[in-house]
Nanobody, 123 residues
Framework: QSQLTESGGGLVQAGGSLRLSCAAS??????MGWFRQAPGKEHEFVAG????????RYAPSVKGRFTISRGNAKTTVYLQMISLKPEDTAVYYC??????????????????WGQGTQVTVSS
């Protein structure tokens, strides 16, 4: 069974840092990434990475503060978050699809979703 499992969320003060991890199992995934959803809002694209780390993409709101990367075995994806702001508070979801290089920003483009991990940034 294909599965994505996130870890690393928590409570942090504004200006602090967190690193999210996502472990993939059950199959080989291509493009992977992160979405987030704040209360009352739709899923928002955060960052994506191609299968071989050859390409990354970020939402304008996180560019320069967040870094996405993929482990050498291609089964783990990380999201390093620095200079966190209260508006970054949301449930963060790891996502994946089969295509190897194309990074999509629409939630409908991703077939696989993790269960989500809460990130709360206090002011």
């Amino acid at each position: 069974q294909s599965q994505l499992t996130e870890s690393g969320g928590g409570l942090v003060q504004a200006g602090g840092s967190l690193r999210l991890s996502c472990a993939a199992s059950g199959r080989t995934f291509g493009t992977m990434g992160w979405f987030r959803q704040a209360p009352g809002k739709e899923h928002e694209f955060v960052a994506g990475v191609a299968w071989d780390n050859s390409d990354t993409r970020y939402a304008p709101s996180v560019k320069g503060r967040f870094t996405i990367s993929r482990g050498n075995a291609k089964t783990t994806v990380y999201l390093q978050m620095i200079s966190l702001k209260p508006e970054d508070t949301a449930v963060y979801y790891c996502v994946a699809r089969s295509s190897m290089h194309i990074i999509y920003e629409g939630a409908d483009e991703y077939d696989y979703w993790g269960q989500g991990t809460q990130v709360t940034v206090s002011s």
